[in-house]
C-alpha cells in the first residue's frame, strides 16, 4: 500500500439509530437491528481508527426513488413506501417493516453507489460501505432474507446508466448464504462474474448448487461453491484456489465483495466456525488480487453478520488487511472451536465444480 493510498468508509448515523424491529430477542427477523451498526462505530471510536489519516468518512449519496426502478417493480417500491408509511408490516415472512424502512433502505443504496463509485473514478483506493438493511436476497419484485432493496445490483445498474460504466465487474459473495436476489440480475450477463462461496444444505438439498452456473453469454459466470455447515478456519480460504486464476482470466476492471460475517462461529444464524482472521486473511489476498488485475480497484459492501460481540472485530480485520497492518484477534476467539475437518469434503466439491467450469474457463482445462 502506498502512502496516497486511502480507504473510504461509508458511514451514517442513521443506520446506526434506526429501523428498530419491534420484536423480542431471539425472533430470526430481530437480529438484522441497529446495534449491528452501533457497535462497529463505538468500537471504531474505541481503537481511534479515525485517527489514521489513511482512512476518510464517507456519506451516503442522496438519491431519489426514481433510481430504485434500475433494479425493483414500481409495485414494490411503492408497497415498501406505503407500509412505512403505515409504520409496521411483514414483507415475504422475512422482512419487517417500520416506518424508517424505506428511507432507510434507499440511503443504504445511496451508501453503497458512494462507496463502488468513489473507486471507480479513484478517488479512494478502496471502500467499505456499512450499510443496513442488507441487499444480496431482495428480488425485483420482492425483499426477502432481512432485506429490501438489492444494493450491489442497483448500484451496478445506476453506473451504467447513469456514468455509462459497462466494464467489466466481479462480485464476490462471501456471506454465510447464497445471494439469491443478487444472482438473479446478472445471470446471463457477461460483464459480472458473480461467485458466492456460502453454506449449503446438502441434506435436504437447496438453491445456490454447483450446477447453476448461468445462461446464455453469462454461462460460467455464475458459480457457486457451496460448503458443508462446520467449517473452520483452516478450511475456509481453499475457495481462492478456484477463484483466484478464474478472477485473472476474467480480469475485471472492478471487484465488489458482498461482505457477510454470519460464517463466525457466534453468528445466531450461521453454522460455521469462522473467526476474524479468516476475514483478515481473505481480506489481504483479495486485494492482493485486486492491485494486480485492476489497479486496486475493490470495494466491500456490509450484508449479513449479526453477532455483536464479533461484528466490531471482523470488520476491523478487514480493514487491517487492506492497510496491510498486523491484525491481532482478540483473545477469546483463540479457541478450539471444532476439531472435526471439512477438508476432505471441500476439496471434492472444488474438483467437481472445477469439472463443470473447465469449458468456460481456459485456465481449468
Known amino acids: 500500500m502506498t502512502a496516497d493510498q486511502k480507504i473510504g468508509i461509508v458511514i451514517d448515523e442513521d443506520f446506526a439509530l434506526k429501523n428498530n424491529p419491534p420484536y423480542p430477542h431471539p425472533i430470526f427477523l430481530s437480529y438484522e437491528n441497529p446495534l449491528r451498526i452501533k457497535v462497529i462505530l463505538e468500537y471504531f471510536e474505541k481503537i481511534n481508527l479515525w485517527e489514521d489519516k489513511r482512512i476518510v468518512k464517507l456519506e451516503p449519496k442522496l438519491i431519489n ?15 415498501v413506501k406505503r407500509l412505512s408509511t403505515f ?14 424502512t424505506f428511507s432507510l433502505a434507499k440511503k443504504a443504496v445511496g451508501g453503497t453507489i458512494e462507496a463502488i463509485e468513489k473507486v471507480i473514478k479513484k ?10 438493511p442488507p441487499g444480496h436476497h431482495a428480488l425485483r419484485e420482492k425483499g426477502s432474507g432481512l432485506c429490501i432493496f438489492n444494493n ?9 446508466k447513469e456514468i455509462r460504466y459497462n466494464k467489466k465487474i466481479a462480485i464476490v459473495d462471501i456471506d454465510d448464504h447464497f445471494g439469491d436476489g443478487l444472482v438473479q440480475y446478472f445471470y446471463d450477463d457477461p460483464n459480472v462474474l458473480y461467485f458466492s462461496i456460502h453454506e449449503f444444505d446438502f441434506l435436504e438439498n437447496d438453491i445456490g448448487f454447483i450446477t447453476e452456473l448461468g445462461e446464455g453469454e453469462g454461462l460460467g459466470k455464475n458459480i457457486n461453491f457451496p460448503i458443508p455447515a462446520g467449517i473452520t478456519d483452516n478450511d475456509f480460504l481453499i475457495f481462492l484456489d478456484l477463484l483466484e486464476p478464474i478472477l485473472k ?10 461482505m457477510g460475517f454470519d460464517m463466525y462461529f457466534a453468528d445466531p444464524i450461521g453454522n460455521c466456525f469462522l473467526t476474524s482472521i479468516s476475514y483478515n486473511k481473505f481480506a489481504e489476498k483479495i486485494l492482493s ?5 485492476c489497479e486496486g480497484k475493490l470495494a466491500f459492501v456490509l450484508e449479513g453478520g449479526y453477532s455483536l460481540i464479533g461484528l466490531p472485530f471482523c470488520v476491523q480485520a478487514v480493514i487491517s488487511g487492506l492497510l496491510n497492518k ?15 475437518s471439512k477438508m476432505e469434503e471441500i476439496l471434492q466439491i472444488k474438483s467437481k465444480l472445477e469439472d463443470l467450469l473447465k469449458n468456460c474457463w481456459k485456465v481449468l482445462k
Not at 123 to 132: D, W
Not at 249 to 258: G, K, M, R
Not at 326 to 336: D, G, L, M, S, V
Request: glycine letters at 2%; hydrophobic letters at 40%; charged letters at 30%.
Open 65 to 79: 426513488e426514481e433510481l430504485l426502478k434500475l433494479a425493483h417493480t414500481k409495485y414494490y417500491i411503492d408497497t
Open 87 to 100: 409504520g409496521s408490516g411483514i414483507l415475504d415472512e422475512e422482512v419487517f417493516i417500520t416506518k424508517d
Open 123 to 132: 478517488e479512494v483506493s478502496q471502500s467499505i460501505a456499512l450499510v443496513r
Open 152 to 160: 450491489i445490483a442497483t448500484t451496478i445498474l445506476y453506473l451504467r
Open 249 to 258: 482470466d476474467y480480469n475485471p476492471d472492478l471487484i465488489i465483495v458482498a
Open 289 to 293: 488480487i485486486a492491485e494486480e488485475l
Open 326 to 340: 498486523k491484525y491481532e484477534q482478540p483473545h477469546f476467539e483463540k479457541i478450539t472451536l471444532s476439531s472435526e
